[in-house]
């Protein structure tokens, strides 16, 4: 079979190296400023063929490459986790100044989390070259809840606990949200206190 994304995948793979290689940098720059790393880990992958297909077909579109490419924006997929929520906001104001690619879409999960508790800022960049890239950008806590209520979703049996699981994730997300709150509360004390205390 064919692959989902023709004879793109060298262009996809080019693309993801060229958005990480800029993410490094802002990062870098962050560190030398602040000499505090702003990121917790950075992941980039190309959508497999599978998850592409499945998409395609859930959206209603053909399994060709103008769908992979120009009608779902995912098939590069960027996670930037970072230990703090102030972090998150300064890497998309440096990621929405970088030359070379433009924002299509934001949303804001942080500030309006998802019913269900998901919190993330996810941005939909377009290159110059025409290519699509989904960032998402979150905390630990965000990322380690999602990361559970993903591996929920697929998860079989779970008929008669599916109410109560889904309402204690929801509260476990705000109580994740109010700590990560309070842990930037802290962080501002301290650095406060240590720069009027040289
Ligand atoms: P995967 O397998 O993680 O890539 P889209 O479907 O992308 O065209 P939509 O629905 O507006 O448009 O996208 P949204 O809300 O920006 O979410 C896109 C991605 O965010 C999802 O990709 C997930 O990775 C993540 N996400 C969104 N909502 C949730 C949620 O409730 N829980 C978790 N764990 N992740 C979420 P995919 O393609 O759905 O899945």
Redesign the pocket.
């Known amino acids: 079979m064919d692959s989902i994304y023709g004879t793109h995948k060298p262009e996809l793979e080019r693309t993801k190296s060229f958005l990480m290689e800029r993410i490094e940098e802002i990062r870098s720059e962050m560190k030398e400023r602040s000499g505090q790393d702003p990121i917790e880990h950075l992941l980039g992958r190309i959508?497999s063929e599978e998850?592409m297909r499945e998409?395609c077909i859930r959206k209603g579109l053909p399994e060709t490459p103008g769908s992979a490419l120009q009608h779902?924006?995912?098939a590069i997929?960027i996670r930037v986790v970072c230990s703090f929520i102030n972090d998150v906001y300064a890497i998309r104001d440096a990621i929405a100044a970088l030359p070379g690619c433009s924002i299509v879409r934001e949303?804001d999960y942080i500030r309006k989390a998802?019913p269900?508790g998901?919190r993330?800022y996810?941005m939909i960049l377009l290159t110059d070259s025409g290519i699509y890239a989904?960032i998402?950008l979150r905390t630990i806590s965000m990322d380690t809840w999602?990361a559970l209520?993903?591996h929920m979703k697929y998860k079989k049996n779970l008929n008669g606990n599916l109410e109560l699981l889904t309402s204690e994730l929801k509260r476990c997300a705000d109580e994740l949200a109010s700590t990560d709150l309070s842990m930037q509360t802290l962080r501002d004390m301290i650095y406060d206190e240590g720069e009027s205390n040289p």
Do not use: F, P, R, T
Request: charged letters at 40%.
């Open positions: 959508k998850s998409k779902i924006y995912d997929g949303k998802k269900n998901y993330s996810h989904e998402q999602a209520e993903h």
